[in-house]
């Protein structure tokens, strides 16, 4: 089992960044996938969670109206797209998952069994 976040990188404040999550070992559509991150000084925190039957959670709420959530079947990916991004959004961003989990609900409220290596986010000028 493994996952491994990609696509990361520098943004200037306002601009898009699309993360992709991909996982090996196990078949991304048959669990819930959280996308956690961790900014420079604060504890670790759930952005968005896919359940298995694509319902979608979003903490905390101010990323609601700026991110979308979804999986790509066919490359068993999970993305993550971010819009209008904000100094405030720079951190490590990780997708976890505990296996078997249906609920996206339960996966951004607990901390997954599952996580892979993750991926830089910058926003600055």
């Known amino acids: 089992v493994q996952l491994q976040a990609f696509g990361g990188g520098w943004v200037q404040p306002g601009e898009s960044q699309t993360l992709s999550c991909a996982a090996s070992?196990?078949?991304?559509?048959?669990?819930?996938i959280g996308w956690f991150r961790e900014a420079p000084g604060k504890e670790r925190e759930a952005v968005a969670c896919l359940s298995t039957n694509n319902d979608i959670t979003y903490l905390p709420d101010f990323v609601k109206y700026r991110s979308a959530i979804s999986r790509d079947k066919n490359q068993n990916t999970i993305n993550l797209q971010m819009n209008n991004l904000r100094p405030e959004d720079t951190g490590v961003y990780y997708c976890?998952?505990?296996?078997?989990?249906?609920?996206?609900?339960?996966?951004?409220?607990?901390?997954?069994?599952?996580w892979g290596m993750g991926t830089q986010v910058t926003v600055s000028s």
């Open positions: 976890a998952t505990d296996l078997g989990q249906a609920s996206g609900y339960a996966q951004c409220h607990s901390r997954p069994t599952e």
């Open positions: 070992g196990f078949t991304l559509k048959r669990t819930a």
